[in-house]
Structures are given as C-alpha cells and as structure tokens.
C-alpha cells in the first residue's frame, strides 16, 4: 500500500480550511501549522517518551501535530481518566515528560526518569479503552496512524467540504480517527468537550454547520431519547457509529432514517489494536444488511478461521475474525521492554466469532474472549476479575454489552465494591448488577461455571 | 398531582448512586463524577417514568441541578408540596 503525504504534514496544504472551537475560536491550516512548528522547535533533541493527556482544544491538537512531526512518541490518556491511571502509566513507562492539558492551561513537566529506548516506528501508545484502569495499552506506529487515516477517508467518501464535530474524547481511537482522517483530506473540525448532554454541544453543532457526527452506541440512546431524528440539521450529512454494537432497534431507526432524509449512515466494527478500523457498513445503501459489520476497509484483509486454525471459506460457517492490513499495531505495550522490541504482529486475532453472508458480508455472532463493551469501554472480564480478587474481593464477574455482573461473596461490603468499580471504570452504577451468593456455582473442573452465574443473576435482577 | 421535594431527592440519590443526604438543591450537572452522561439519562427516564411525563429536548438538557428540576418539573404540572 502506498501512502499519500502524512495527515500531520498534508493538512497545511488545505490553508482556507480551519478548526474552530466551543470557545469561539478560529484557527486557519496555515495558522495552526505556524504554531505546530513554533510547538515543534522544542521538540528536536527530545528523548524517551512523553505522557500526553488530552482533550479537544486547539493547543492540544497543535501539540499532538508537532509530536508526531518531531516523531516524539505519547502515551495518549484522555483528560478526564483518574490519577490513579495516570501514576500506573508512569510507572509503566517512565515517561521523561508530561504534558498535562487538564487544566486550561498546558502544563509541561519533566520527570526524573531517563530516557529510555524506544523502538523507532512507535507514535503512540493507546489504551484500549477510556478510562479503565486495567486496560490494556497497544501501540501504534506512524504507518498505522496514516493507514488507518487513508483507508476511512476512501470508504467514507472525505472531502475537504466536510466538517465533523469532536463527539467523542480525543485520546480513543475512534475520536483520534475523525480528527485525524479530517486533517488528511484537510476538511474543517469544531473541536469541543461538551457531551451530546450538554445544551452547546447542539449549539455549536448548529451554528457552526457541522456536516458529520460520531457516536458509539450509548450516543445513539441519546439521540433518540432527545428526538434527534425530529431535529432540523440540514448541514449534517453524514452519521458514523462504532464502538461496540448498537441495538438491532436503534440500528433500524437510524437506518430509516437515513434513507428517508438521504443522509449517509456508516456502521463499523474496530478495535484499538488496528489502530480504529476494520470493517464497515454503508447502512445507506445496504439497509437489509444492518446488525451486519459490512466488509473489511479498503486496504485491508478479513477472514474467519474455525477452531483449528484452519480458513473457513464457506458462508454462513462460524469462525473467529481475524484481520490483516497496515493499520495492525505494534504490539500490546505491557512492559517498558515492549516499547523498544514489540511483538509486531501480522494479523490480528480479534477474539469476535462470526460467519460470511452468501453476498459476502461479516455477521458478529459471539465472542471468544471474554470481553464486554459498556458505554464504548472494552472491558476484559478476566484482567477485571483477576485485579479485583487481588484486592481480596471473592467474587466473579461476567455480563455483556449492557451490563457488567458480579456475582459477589455473602458478607463482602456490596457497596465498597460499587465506590471501587466506580473509581477505576467511571461506570454508572446502573450498569453494574451485583448478586451475593452463598456459594459460587464452578464447573466439573473447578472453574467458574460463567453461564449458571448469568442463569443465577437473570433469575434475580429483572 | 403534588409531590414532595424529598420525593424528587430520593429519585436523584437512587439513580445517582449519590447518598440522600448529599442531595441538595444545589447538586449540578458535571460538579459530581457519579452524574455524567450516563447518569443523567437514567435521570431523565426516571424522572419521565416518576412524573408520568415526557420531557422536552431543551428541558431535558436545562435539568443541569436539583433546583432547576423542580422548577422544569412545575412546567409539567408537577406541584410541589
């Protein structure tokens, strides 16, 4: 694959384009990409790797350009994660900087760590999930950054006409992605913070004629509860959804809707570990395909293997996804010893089970790995588990991708619990169900029996 | 129908996950980790559910603190005792 001018150098080209903001500000391509190399000049002799917490500002976005045109390789956290994350970040990595846009105002400070070696094709190390503080990291390279960026530009159709609104935190992939594949075909961005609850959200998407917005599937129960679909917005084109999977009955409604106001409805399936993307649905022109994943991006290579490893090409045969192309990272970033040789994978095994339609569509039908997807977090049910009961907690977690469930020993403090969770995962708590048990139901072999613990915990909760 | 203000502080704290008597007419929107987003659309279903109405978009995102929900509620013909 051959790859056009890098999105963090192409942009400048677009002059007249421009990125406003919530705060009324305006700021030229040739604008920012003069604040980009001032941000860059002190960039030069930097070494090791800097922890970057953004948001959806100007100067955030002026420094992540100058990064990774310096080739300054981040840690990317979102502003709003828990210190808690933040220490176990540094302490993984021993970042020689932080750059910390928190406060209004960035704050730059050095640590005390030494600059340790990083492997060259590194631009990013991304958690793959918001705020959880047991996720796990990936990491990403330039080439993956830009490929990922090309290959959504293609099968979106982005011109420099278009102007998406930050709907989504900018340190997680699928936000990192709108503004990244924006920058590329130097379309226009309105960056702000403010979530679909909140009233200049919808005033700045108004006034400053947003054409796209991105959601994930708890954006899409927003909009319904607040009567997007009633709402005038000529301007807005273009819906995309990713992040986990939305309901069958939303999925149909803005399905509808779309074709009946010749809007464009694009569904995705991704993960963090290729970078954003991996297959997507132009809900639009193929309305009897939704709760489908569509076919793989342009660029890319998707296919099932069944449980021998083997290639399933049959249709409507089961298998687990796996997917190739040049947006599959480097590797998990679990160790400082990851950053200087990664694992370089050359397919990625995604862990969903599905099956290929006779017109060759994906279809997700299960998951092999025990994950779960709340509010676009990705869980891992096990590293969850297994960092709680070293905590001394007796319990056992399992759920799906409208709750998590724990089934918790009698006698252990239910709502401690409920406090700790909501620390570390920023989960409402009526997303969590938690049943005491007497005794937990385990296999023949001594382990968990997770499907009589749902059986227990549906027979209880409603 | 009229209800009591303790009614509608109970209803926060529930859905919330905030204790009752750290509900106060002052709460707000954002100023409290435990009412994000999320929280505040079960607030806004528990509310509709509660009060038998159907809120307005402008209402629903106005609801920013404990006070400024009793005072929307009244729109609705909520009457406070």
């Known amino acids: ?462 | 129908m009229s209800h009591s203000k303790f009614e509608l502080k109970q209803l926060f704290s529930s859905t919330l996950g905030i204790p009752s008597e750290l509900v106060t007419d002052e709460l707000a929107y954002n100023a409290d980790p435990r009412w994000d987003s999320t929280a505040h659309l079960q607030l806004v279903m528990a509310i509709e559910n509660t009060f038998g109405i159907t809120l307005e978009m402008d209402d629903m995102l106005d609801m920013s603190s404990v006070a400024k929900a009793a005072e929307i509620l009244k729109k609705y013909g909520v009457v406070w005792n």
Not at chain 1, 312 to 339: C, F, H, W
């Open chain 1, 1 to 462: 694959m051959e790859l056009k001018p890098f999105f963090w150098e192409n942009y400048a080209t677009f002059k007249g384009n421009a990125v406003w903001t919530d705060r009324g500000e305006v700021l030229s391509y040739s604008r920012l990409d003069q604040e980009v190399i001032a941000v860059g000049a002190n960039l030069h002799r930097r070494q090791g790797l800097a922890l970057f917490i953004a948001r959806n500002s100007i100067s955030c976005l002026t420094h992540y350009l100058a990064f990774l045109r310096s080739r300054v390789p981040f840690i990317l956290l979102d502003w709003k994660v828990g210190q808690a994350v933040i220490d176990a970040m540094i302490e993984r990595f021993s970042p020689t900087v932080i750059i910390d846009f928190r406060s209004e105002e960035i704050i730059w400070t050095a640590t005390a760590f030494k600059a340790k070696p990083v492997h060259p094709d590194l631009a990013l190390i991304l958690p793959t999930s918001g705020s959880s503080g047991v996720a796990k990291s990936v990491m990403i390279s330039y080439t993956n950054l830009q490929a990922n960026a090309e290959s959504i530009v293609t099968y979106l159709g982005l011109t420099p006409g278009e102007r998406a609104i930050t709907s989504l935190p900018f340190a997680y992939s699928y936000g990192l992605s709108v503004i990244n594949t924006h920058l590329l075909v130097g379309a226009g961005l309105i960056l702000t913070d403010h979530s679909l609850l909140d009233k200049p959200f919808w005033q700045i998407l108004t006034t400053l004629s947003a054409t796209s917005m991105a959601g994930v599937p708890f954006h899409f129960e927003i909009m319904e509860k607040l009567r997007f679909r009633e709402m005038a917005l000529p301007h807005l084109q273009t819906l995309t959804q990713a992040g986990g999977k939305l309901s069958l009955k939303l999925a149909e409604l803005f399905a509808a809707y779309a074709i009946g106001s010749d809007r464009r409805f694009f569904m995705m399936y991704g993960q963090t570990e290729a970078t954003a993307r991996i297959a997507y649905l132009a809900v639009h022109e193929n309305p009897g395909k939704v709760g489908s994943i569509g076919s793989v991006i342009p660029g890319g290579k998707l296919y099932l293997v069944d449980h021998n490893g083997v290639q399933v090409v049959e249709s409507n045969r089961k298998g687990e996804l796996i997917y190739e192309g040049p947006n599959v990272m480097l590797g998990d970033a679990l160790t400082q010893d990851d950053v200087i040789v990664p694992t370089l994978p050359n397919k990625l095994d995604t862990g969903d089970i599905g099956e290929i339609d006779d017109d060759g569509f994906f279809w997700i039908t299960g998951r092999k790995s025990r994950f779960i997807k709340l509010k676009g977090k990705r869980i891992d049910l096990d590293a969850l588990q297994n960092a709680l009961r070293d905590q001394g907690w007796d319990l056992w977690l399992t759920g799906d991708d409208t709750q998590l469930e724990i089934i918790l020993a009698n006698g252990q403090n239910r709502f401690q619990l409920e406090n700790e969770l909501f620390d570390l995962l920023s989960l409402h708590h009526s997303l969590v169900k938690i049943v005491e048990i007497e005794r937990f139901p385990m296999t023949a072999n001594g382990k968990p029996d997770y499907p009589k613990m749902r059986e227990l915990i549906h027979a209880v909760l409603p």
